[in-house]
């Protein structure tokens, strides 16, 4: 204890760290303001927050922090930012235009986040659309269309951008990623009321105090293990030759590449929840299909038809995922510039092959763990956990909080030891996700 109160005093002392936490905490509390702030012509107190509680609308509405479900002006917060950056990302491995904006530095970067925003318009106002349409009844609209859909509209598009410009200040002014930290906040949001939930039908029902106690001691297991995920690399040792410049010598000293167990994060789940709402989408939109019984199972979130294709489709993409944002081959070629040589290994071809097979080797196990991650959540609803609790079991929303607070707590231990300051931990340092060296060509992603 004593430790950790020395460790936020040391933090406190440090002026520049203590302004960008401060800046941080108070941009977050801005958005939270915002959240409850309801769209113009909604009457609040006819909404249907039922229908934000289970499938796709959940996830959506647990990512907004409960906005979602309220029809607030930020209702649609970062989610069409994420989904432009992933549609850039994607460009840059089809379009050549794309691909050479990626190689050009800070200005192909400032470019490509140019594109972000233009995109993130687009796609913001036709999911307020959407949005409109499928979450606000008739009997909650004070004012009649359709300068009900076209005012909502404008303002969903500015919400969802000015969240997106403060997930920019807090990166800048703040501490960590300021889109990954707002994406956090709204899942943290959810967690008092998904304890208060379960808690309260434990003490009132079957099971007691004693099982609820045993799904806390499981949820913590469930948090080691994912950081066990997030945190596994597979290191590969990179000798580099001898130069001597004038009277200084460079090189000859041996580094490592840690090649992560989990390259590909987050997005397999996301790609691959995508594709599991299609049968629930095709039997709402087609009545005779309904009765399919494969289409009943596999619309089914506890069934072991729907698991089992989640967890092959999550298998199937951190392959994809991987393959596309980790280039062995750039690694190779980086490497063979500066004078770089993996022991045992000729530069060149058989260099970028050798990467290429660890990154198969360590992948496989990687994206097993994360699949069985991903259907956790399932299986604590099948044993008689309450479906919101159980979101916090693994998934989407657990990465993304392991993952976000691991980034913010290595920013901060930086900031300390960059003053001659003891780290956060009595031993070894912390990790986050984004440590990877450049030679890696990776980029990385708001989540």
């Known amino acids: 204890?004593?430790?950790f109160f020395t460790t936020l005093s040391n933090i406190w002392k440090i002026e520049d760290l203590r302004v960008r936490i401060t800046n941080t905490l108070l941009?977050?509390?801005?958005?939270?303001?915002?959240?409850?702030?309801?769209?113009?012509?909604?009457?609040a107190a006819t909404l249907d927050n039922a229908k934000a509680k289970e499938g796709l609308?959940?996830?959506l509405n647990m990512f907004a922090g409960g906005s979602f479900s309220r029809s607030s002006i930020f209702a649609l917060g970062v989610m069409p930012y994420i989904s432009a950056s992933i549609v850039v990302q994607l460009l840059g491995i089809a379009v050549p235009y794309f691909t050479k904006l990626q190689k050009e530095g800070e200005s192909g970067r400032n470019k490509l986040n140019q594109w972000t925003r233009y995109l993130t318009i687009g796609i913001t106002a036709l999911q307020a659309i959407g949005y409109l349409k499928s979450q606000v009844s008739a009997d909650a609209m004070l004012i009649g269309n359709p300068y009900f859909i076209i005012l909502n509209t404008f303002v969903l598009t500015a919400g969802t951008l000015f969240v997106m410009w403060l997930g920019e200040k807090i990166t800048d002014k703040g501490i960590g990623n300021g889109i990954s930290l707002i994406i956090m906040v709204g899942i943290i949001a959810q967690l008092p009321a998904a304890f208060?939930?379960?808690?309260?039908s434990r003490t009132s029902g079957p099971g007691g105090l004693i099982t609820f106690i045993v799904e806390i001691v499981a949820l913590l297991?469930?948090?080691?293990?994912t950081i066990l995920i997030v945190q596994g690399t597979r290191k590969i040792a990179v000798q580099y030759a001898k130069r001597i410049v004038g009277n200084k010598q460079y090189g000859g000293v041996r580094q490592y590449i840690p090649l992560k167990v989990n390259a590909a994060g987050v997005m397999p789940i996301i790609?691959?929840?995508a594709l599991m709402f299609i049968p629930a989408t095709v039997a709402q939109f087609f009545p005779n299909a309904a009765s399919n019984g494969i289409l009943i199972a596999l619309s089914n979130y506890n069934s072991w038809e729907h698991n089992l294709v989640f967890a092959i489709l999550i298998i199937l993409f951190t392959y994809f995922y991987t393959a596309i944002t980790v280039n062995p081959k750039?690694?190779?070629?980086?490497?063979?510039k500066n004078g770089g040589f993996i022991p045992g290994v000729a530069p060149g071809n058989a260099t970028t092959t050798f990467i290429d097979e660890v990154i198969s080797k360590i992948t496989l196990p990687g994206s097993i763990f994360l699949a069985i991650v991903a259907i956790i959540p399932a299986l604590a609803s099948m044993v008689g956990v309450s479906s919101l609790f159980a979101r916090f079991f693994g998934g989407t929303s657990l990465i993304i909080l392991v993952g976000v607070v691991l980034d913010t707590l290595q920013q901060i231990e930086s900031h300390l030891l960059m003053r001659h300051y003891d780290g956060l931990m009595k031993t070894g340092r912390i990790k986050g996700r984004s440590g990877v060296p450049a030679a890696a060509g990776t980029?990385?992603?708001a989540i």
């Open 271 to 273: 790609f691959a929840q």
């Open 221 to 225: 297991g469930v948090v080691m293990f």
């Open 196 to 200: 208060a939930t379960e808690f309260q």
């Open 57 to 59: 609308v959940g996830l």
């Open 443 to 445: 980029t990385p992603t």
């Open 27 to 43: 941009f977050l509390l801005i958005y939270r303001v915002g959240s409850y702030i309801v769209l113009p012509g909604v009457n």
């Open 1 to 3: 204890m004593k430790k």
């Open 330 to 336: 750039q690694m190779s070629d980086d490497m063979k």
